[in-house]
C-alpha cells in the first residue's frame, strides 16, 4: 500500500509568482486535504476536495486554490505569493462513503515552500 | 470556533521519565481527537485517534485520554526514550466544520536527553 506522497521536496520562489504543489493520495482514498503550517505552528486547514470539488474551505483568500483529478491525485495552486505564503504544505487523504462519516486523515511529508 | 491549546510549549526530561502532555479545546462538539508526532521539517505521524464515544486510547508506551465535556485530552509517555523527541500535536475534528477539517494545536517540543 502506497503512503501519501508530495512533490516537490522543496520550493523557492519571489513574491509576485505562481506556485503549483503535488499530491498523490493514498490508496483506497478519495477525499484530499490541504494545510498550511507555518513555522512554530500547528498546521491550518486550507481546503478539502472530494470527487473533483472543493468540500469545505478554511479562513484562505482566493488565490489559494485547487484541483482534484480522477485518480484522486490533487493540486494546490497559489497565485500573486507574499512572503508570508513561507510554510511547510502538507496534504492529507483519506476515505469518504457518500454522505458517511469521515474518516482518519494521513499526512504526506510535506512540501517547503520559501518565497523571497 | 473551535481553537485547540497545547501546555506545555516545551518540554525537556531525562531519559526513563514517565510524562504528560496536555491538549484543551474550546468547542466540545467534537466529532474526534487525534495525537500526532512530527519530526522537524516532516510530515505528520499519527499517534492515536479517539472517537468522541470513547475515553481513552493505547498504543504501546503511548496512551491518550479524552475527557469531552471538559474540552481536554492527555497524552501519556511511559519510560520515555531519545527517540521519543520530537513535536507531539493534538488535532480535533470538530462537528462545526462539517467533519471536513482538523484544528491543531501549537504542539508540544519535547526533548528526552540521554
Known amino acids: 500500500e502506497t503512503g501519501v506522497t508530495q512533490s516537490p521536496t522543496h520550493l523557492i520562489k519571489t513574491r509576485g509568482q505562481q506556485v503549483t504543489l503535488r499530491c498523490s493520495s493514498q490508496?483506497?482514498?478519495?477525499?484530499v486535504s490541504w494545510y498550511q503550517q507555518a513555522l512554530g505552528q500547528g498546521p491550518q486547514f486550507i481546503f478539502q476536495?472530494?470527487?473533483?470539488?472543493?468540500?469545505g474551505r478554511g479562513n484562505f483568500p482566493p488565490r489559494f486554490s485547487g484541483l482534484q483529478f480522477p485518480n484522486y491525485s490533487s493540486e494546490l495552486n497559489v497565485n500573486a505569493l507574499e512572503l508570508d505564503d513561507s510554510a511547510l504544505y502538507l496534504c492529507?487523504?483519506?476515505?469518504?462513503?457518500?454522505?458517511?462519516?469521515?474518516?482518519?486523515?494521513?499526512f504526506g511529508p510535506g512540501t517547503r515552500l520559501t518565497v523571497l | 470556533k473551535q481553537e485547540v491549546t497545547q501546555i506545555p510549549a516545551a518540554l525537556s526530561v531525562p531519559e526513563g521519565e514517565n510524562l504528560v502532555l496536555n491538549c484543551s479545546f474550546t468547542?466540545?462538539?467534537?466529532?474526534?481527537l487525534q495525537w500526532f508526532r512530527q519530526d522537524p521539517g516532516k510530515g505528520l505521524t499519527s499517534l492515536l485517534l479517539?472517537?468522541?464515544?470513547?475515553r481513552e486510547q493505547t498504543s504501546g508506551r503511548l496512551n491518550a485520554s479524552l475527557d469531552k465535556s471538559s474540552g481536554r485530552s492527555t497524552l501519556y509517555i511511559a519510560a520515555s526514550q531519545p527517540g521519543d523527541s520530537a513535536t507531539y500535536l493534538c488535532?480535533?475534528?470538530?462537528?462545526?466544520?462539517?467533519?471536513?477539517?482538523?484544528?491543531f494545536g501549537s504542539g508540544t517540543r519535547l526533548q528526552v536527553q540521554p
Open positions: 488535532a480535533v475534528k470538530s462537528l462545526a466544520t462539517g467533519r471536513r477539517a482538523l484544528t
Open positions: 490508496s483506497g482514498h478519495n477525499t
Open positions: 476536495y472530494y470527487r473533483e470539488e472543493e468540500n
Open positions: 479517539i472517537q468522541s464515544s470513547q
Open positions: 492529507a487523504s483519506s476515505f469518504r462513503q457518500g454522505a458517511r462519516t469521515y474518516n482518519e486523515q494521513f
Open positions: 468547542d466540545s462538539a467534537i466529532y474526534n
